[in-house]
């Protein structure tokens, strides 16, 4: 199962939504490749074991990760096990919630799983503890965001200039324009960006265009990839194809012929003995 769920006001600047979900046992050896999503995320899993990871398609032994964690922004895929059950609670954040909630900048977690008892030390424990204790899942998510509220405090937002530069990017978006109309030298504008969101403003609209090519593609399946190319803002396909390789680990044309449950998610096809 999977709930969602926006939010309270306070929040909102820094968690674009919370979500409880639960998933039964699968194949033993089940896994998928995890692709960009363009945000950052808090996840802590209330069953035992943390989620598992491998190092490619061809690692078998893997590694665990903690079983609450931040995920850094990312522009690459990452492979991780999906047969064991397992129940999460976890929220997707925006720019400058690392700052608010874990009192550093974005650009130190990129493309990093980081422990969340590294950033909150024994209360991430008990916020986990607090979590197993909800009776259901709506309950869940209200502890949840009684302990991100309380994380956040007296915090400096996002800077005016890079938050009205947030509020137009996309996957067509220029950086030399922004930095221009912020009025910031382009230098200062990268930088402030980049510590607001973790990557600089060039690499953050690489992976909005990825993200902007996928769903393309889910809302039409049977459009070509040529079309997408273009209407994401890539300059041709070869282009497209270069960073679906890059970014997912396979080509476009693998992506469209796995079983994708969601854009983000794409089963790893086990090989036939």
């Not at 490619?56 to 999906?82: E, I």
């Not at 990093?112 to 916020?127: C, S």
């Not at 109309?181 to 230098?187: D, I, K, N, Q």
């Not at 992976?207 to 039409?220: E, M, T």
């Amino acid at each position: 199962m999977m709930l969602e769920r926006p939010p309270c006001p306070a929040l909102r600047p820094f968690v674009r939504s919370l979500w409880y979900a639960a998933s039964a046992t699968g194949a033993a050896d089940a896994r998928e490749h995890l692709l960009p999503t363009g945000e950052m995320h808090l996840v802590i899993r209330l069953s035992e074991r943390g989620v598992r990871v491998f190092a490619g398609v061809d690692d078998t032994a893997g590694s665990r990760l903690s079983p609450a964690l931040v995920a850094g922004l990312r522009d690459r895929f990452h492979v991780r096990g999906t047969g064991e059950a397992s129940t999460s609670v976890g929220a997707q954040l925006r720019p400058g919630a690392a700052g608010a909630l874990f009192g550093l900048e974005a650009c130190e977690l990129a493309n990093r799983h980081v422990p969340l008892d590294a950033l909150w030390g024994a209360a991430a424990a008990h916020a986990r503890e607090q979590l197993q204790e909800a009776a259901t899942p709506e309950k869940a998510l209200d502890v949840f965001e009684r302990v991100l509220l309380a994380r956040v405090g007296r915090v400096r937002g996002v800077h005016p200039a890079i938050a009205r530069a947030l509020s137009d990017v996309d996957g067509a978006w220029r950086v030399a324009a922004a930095a221009a109309a912020s009025g910031l030298s382009h230098r200062r504008f990268a930088t402030l960006f980049e510590r607001a969101v973790g990557f600089t403003p060039k690499r953050y609209a690489r992976v909005l265009r990825f993200g902007d090519a996928l769903r393309l593609r889910a809302g039409d399946p049977s459009r070509p990839w040529s079309a997408i190319a273009v209407d994401a803002g890539y300059s041709d396909q070869p282009h497209l194809q270069r960073e679906f390789v890059a970014m997912a680990g396979m080509t476009p044309a693998t992506y469209a012929r796995r079983g994708v449950r969601a854009v983000h998610h794409v089963p790893i096809e086990r090989a036939r003995t």
